[in-house]
């Protein structure tokens, strides 16, 4: 069974400054897809960026950059410019290439502070 | 767009009655719906995943009896919870996937309904 590690349960950066969050996965799968989803406090959750494992470039989406290392299997997000808004839970996510049924597996999530 | 609602956004319930929440997606039709639970300060769990037309799948540990899903369409499922108990006090995620050809499958989410039982 897949699993998702995120290590820091709490971070806080400074409004424009550069905060990295850290993921580790464990999967026998060669190919698979990777998420970071954003939680702001409304609850709602927001895709932040996505990241396919058969590609080596690394996603990028504006401020959100990942760093994707697939032989650690370890998948970091960087936010540049932290903005007020940034203050959220964030996942990890994992999803196997098996088509629309399959499921995410979430890691237990890193709570940011952006502090003004 | 691909905008997923659920209805209700908060629920009070007693003990020993059955609340219903619905996840509808509004503007797409969805080929698969998945049901999270969410403790407080945690992540999410899956409880189950539903094809419209079909039974639910349910996550080991998760009652089937106890949380009825029913996928009666393309843009509506629905969750029960049977038979309330304060321990089911939990807020409750849907998310959908949209058949528009991506290969991510991505899963949009509704945002969440608070179930509380007194």
Known sequence: AQTVTQSQPEMSVQEAETVTLSCTYDTSESNYYLFWYKQPPSRQMILVIRQEAYKQQNATENRFSVNFQKAAKSFSLKISDSQLGDTAMYFCAFKRVQGGSEKLVFGKGTKLTVNP | ?118
Not at chain 2, 1 to 24: D, F, L, N, Y
Not at chain 2, 45 to 50: E, N, P, R, V, Y
Not at chain 2, 84 to 110: L, M, N, R, V
């Open chain 2, 1 to 118: 767009g691909a905008v997923v609602s659920q209805h209700p956004s908060r629920v009070i319930c007693k003990s020993g009655t059955s609340v219903k929440i619905e996840c509808r997606s509004l503007d797409f039709q969805a080929t698969t719906m998945f049901w999270y639970r969410q403790f407080p300060k945690q992540s999410l769990m899956l409880m189950a995943t539903s094809n419209e037309g079909s039974k639910a799948t349910y996550e080991q540990g998760v009652e089937k009896d106890k949380f009825l899903i029913n996928h009666a369409s393309l843009t509506l499922s629905t969750l029960t919870v049977t038979s309330a108990h304060p321990e089911d006090s939990s807020f409750y995620i849907c998310s959908a996937t949209k058949p528009d050809g991506s290969p991510f499958y991505e899963q949009y989410f509704g945002p969440g309904t608070r179930l509380t039982v007194t």
